[in-house]
């Protein structure tokens, strides 16, 4: 155990380093955002006003900064990404610009041509198979009490790695989406059809991003729900959090809608909570704080769900670290989730035992309730299961063999590791049809 005396300089002890949270004016190192003062900053509509959706934008704002050649390197990306670029000056500033490649939250936003690889044979558009499992438009009703909801598909900053890349952010290059925005005409035949399932206890309300629905919406789809007598918990998924904490502390209207509904709920004796994703250290500052202060102080619970990426949080330093961060500002580490399948991310993959090691690091580290669960959540259409809860494992191969009996009782699930991780045999295998096919049946053949 550590000792630690009373009057020692915190901000110099390792274990205490989760208590320090950056609080300078580090968006005025941004060469086009030298004058903007704390207070303008501050302000959400600046934050949503000034965000960088093209590449463009990002040579113009950072002029010298950075090398021709990174800046060609990102209109590289731009040709392969499914995902528009969308950033908030919050996080755009929060990049390390003196080494963009190495950055976390570069790579989770603003993806590079060099490091794209070519996806992996067995991945899926729609990965966790949402549209198979969708009763009614924007709903997915997978297991019995709970469902997810997605209202819109339009976010505040876009994450080159979503797992809903066929839907949300608008057409790219490689990729043409149906996005949609708010169609109240949809959503009610979604309150229709949750009035008329008796046995769901629980709404995910995700999309996108609920940042993005309007005070009015808010009230709108949260009444419709908390009014369904079987209705007995709802969650706002919102990355707002995470990259953009000014609008939960300047954005009293939005605020508001989400502290009345809280209030609703809790009169009617059920929950409203909000669901966030912050995924590394380098995402949480003294505004993460603030905002998370202002959230607890209406009574509002936050869980987080973070993705387990390479560069970004593959290591136990920084998964405990965020844990013990987000949990010492009140918000409880809910999920960590292996990198789902789909397009576009095999650079940010991880296998499943990295997976299983950093629950085996993690846990112990804080008090149980503020240890995150490691999941898996299967391809196909399986939901999430605990990482080391696999029926078998060909590490060489990179293949997992899974089952979720109260889900889909008679189906086996498959998760695979990224070839760029495997021996250079495994992946030659890989690279021929009939091994694959081999190595898969095989693979299953144990279970
Ligand atoms: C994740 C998810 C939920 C919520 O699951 P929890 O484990 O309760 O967080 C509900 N429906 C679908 C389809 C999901 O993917
Ligand atoms: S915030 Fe969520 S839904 Fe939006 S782009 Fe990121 S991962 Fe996708």
Redesign the pocket.
Known sequence: MVSIPYDADHSKIPELQHRNFRNDDFWTEIPGWASISRGEFADHRWQTKNSIRKVDQVEKILGKRVSKDFIKDLKEGQHQTPMNIRITPYVFSLIDWDNPIEDPLRKQFLPTGSTFLPDHPMHLVDS?S?DD?SPVPML?H??PD???FLPTTICPVYCSYCTRSRIIGGSTETLEKETYGANQKKWDDVFEYLTRSPLVE?V?ISGGDAYMLTPEQIKYIGENLLRIPHIRRIRLATKGIAVFPQKILTDDAWIKSVADLHKLGKAFGKQVMIHTHFSSPREITKWSQMAMERLFGLGITVRNQAVLQEGVNNHVDAMVKLTRQIGFINIQPYYVYLHDMVPGCEHLRTTLREGVELEKAVRGTTAGFNTPTFVC?LPGGGG?RHVASYEYYDEENGVSVWKAPYVKKEQTFLYFDPLHKLSPEAQKRWGNEGDRKAMIAEAKSRV
Do not use: M
Request: aromatic share 8%; no cysteine; hydrophobic share 30%.
């Open positions: 966790l949402e499992d997915t997978r297991y709970k469902v997810l629980d995910v959540d999430k």
